[in-house]
Every structure is written in structure tokens, then in C-alpha cells.
């Protein structure tokens, strides 16, 4: 299937569609306190960096978004996702000259799933900073195929098939498109809420302080009964790409 790609700001007619397509995104992770600081002014501030893919019926199949942020001589940080939104916000408020592109999220409608579609949409994200002038388009990946939440992300993040690719099927698609696979972010997304609030995200009793094992999370859940409390840490993976512009902005240009 061949997308159709559109810039939201060239589209504003599709946010509500964009907004209506169902995600295969467990519960607790809509719950990142940090997430609606980007959600809440994708259009207003970002619409340039939101790419949305259309199938040959116009319906919205999939949605890459990503943020424009100061990076200067740092190196990528360990608090990855959480970082680059308020990164982001914060230079979009201040009147400051970003450097890099982040993607935020690309999300493939669940019934489109397996259809090759996650390459095209990344090709689209990359083109689009590209086309905005920035060089170097990043990455916090979230490996979903990564099912042992004890295994740490630094062992799973290098594991290989037999030809040569990551394991792990989104991290082979940023391989595959030229992505370098960086660095662990281990705190890349936090997640804290009442122990009543997990029970409901999850299903699951909470019923002793310790680590919890939750499906489809990355990590354990740190459970403090005691304080009616609980914390998800999720570790991501930083993919670097080279969009190919010719380098007007660049990390450390300024």
C-alpha cells in the first residue's frame, strides 16, 4: 500500500480524524504527565512536524509526530522522550532556533498493522525535517518487542538476528531506513500514579510493595503500597538519523 503524506499544517481538515484513529498504545502509557505539554499544542505550535498518511480511500492510517528542540554540543538525554518535549516547548516559548528534530510518536492504525506501513511513515518524518532545514532527525524508540520486562534494555537494545538486524521489529525499521542506534535513554518516560490508578490501567491487584510485572511494559512498576503509590521508568533506545539537508541546522551550529 502507498501512502498519501501530509504536513497537519497543510491539513489542519484531517486533526480530527487524526485525533479519532484508534492505537494499539497500552492504557498507562496515555498517563505521562509529561505527554500533554506536546498533545495540547501539537496544533497551535507543531503542526509543521506532524506528518499524517492517508490510504487510497483518505482514510487516516497512520501519524508520525515530532518536535523541533535545542541539542546544541549535548549528547542525547537519558531522560529521552520526557526530555525533548519539554526541550521543545520550552524553546518554542522562548523564541529560541532549534537544531534537531525528535520524533514523538509514529503510530499505525492496529488494523493496518503488518503492512509495511511504519517504513513509509518514518521516510515521511525524515523528508519533512529535511524539508524544514534540519539535519539530523532522532529518535526515542520504544522497542514493543521487547516481552522480558527484567531483561535490561542495554542487553536487548544490541541483540541480533541471524542476518545482521536488530531483534527487536522497530528498531529494525529505523536500522533499515539508516537509523545508528545511539544510546539507552533508561529514563526515557515516567509514569507515577496511585496505586488505585494502576489497578485501573492495568487490571492488576497491586496487592504488595515491590516490582510488578505488567504486560507490554518495558520495565517493572515500582510499587510503594505502603504510600499508595507506584512508578513506571520505561527505558527507550536514541536512534540518530542523517535527514540528508544540507546541514543549515545542526546540533552545535550556533
Not at 96 to 123: C, K, N, Y
Not at 187 to 204: A, N
Request: hydrophobic share 40%; proline share 8%; net charge negative.
Amino acid at each position: 500500500m502507498q501512502l498519501t503524506t501530509s504536513r497537519l499544517a497543510d491539513r489542519p481538515d484531517l486533526a480530527d480524524a487524526l485525533w479519532a484513529m484508534p492505537s494499539s498504545w497500552p492504557e498507562f502509557m496515555r498517563h505521562d504527565p509529561i505527554g500533554g505539554l506536546y498533545y495540547g499544542n501539537v496544533e497551535t505550535r507543531f503542526a509543521e512536524f506532524v506528518v499524517v498518511a492517508q490510504d487510497d480511500a483518505g482514510e487516516v492510517v497512520a501519524v508520525a509526530h515530532s518536535i523541533p528542540f535545542v541539542l546544541g554540543d549535548d549528547d542525547l538525554p537519558e531522560n529521552g522522550w520526557d526530555s525533548v518535549i519539554r526541550n521543545g516547548l520550552l524553546t518554542n516559548l522562548q523564541g529560541r532556533e532549534p537544531d534537531t528534530v525528535s520524533a514523538v510518536e509514529i503510530a499505525v492504525r492496529p488494523d493496518h498493522q503488518g503492512r509495511g506501513l511504519s517504513g513509509q511513515i518514518l521516510a515521511a518524518m525524515r523528508e519533512n525535517a529535511a524539508r524544514l532545514g534540519f539535519a539530523t532527525l532522532v529518535a526515542p524508540v520504544r522497542p514493543n518487542g521487547k516481552v522480558d520486562a527484567q531483561e535490561p534494555m542495554s542487553t536487548y537494545a544490541v541483540r541480533l538476528r541471524d542476518d545482521g538486524l536488530p531483534v527487536d521489529p522497530w528498531l529494525r525499521v529505523h536500522v533499515r531506513a539508516g537509523g545508528r542506534i545511539h544510546a539507552v535513554a533508561s529514563r526515557s518516560m515516567v509514569v507515577p500514579g496511585t496505586v488505585e490508578e494502576w489497578r485501573e490501567w492495568t487490571g492488576l491487584p497491586f496487592d504488595r510493595t515491590g516490582p510488578v510485572v505488567v504486560p507490554r511494559a518495558l520495565a517493572p512498576v515500582h510499587c510503594d503500597l505502603e504510600h499508595g503509590v507506584a512508578v513506571y521508568v520505561e527505558p527507550n533506545v536514541w536512534v540518530v538519523h542523517a535527514t540528508g539537508a544540507d546541514g543549515a541546522r545542526r546540533p552545535g551550529s550556533d
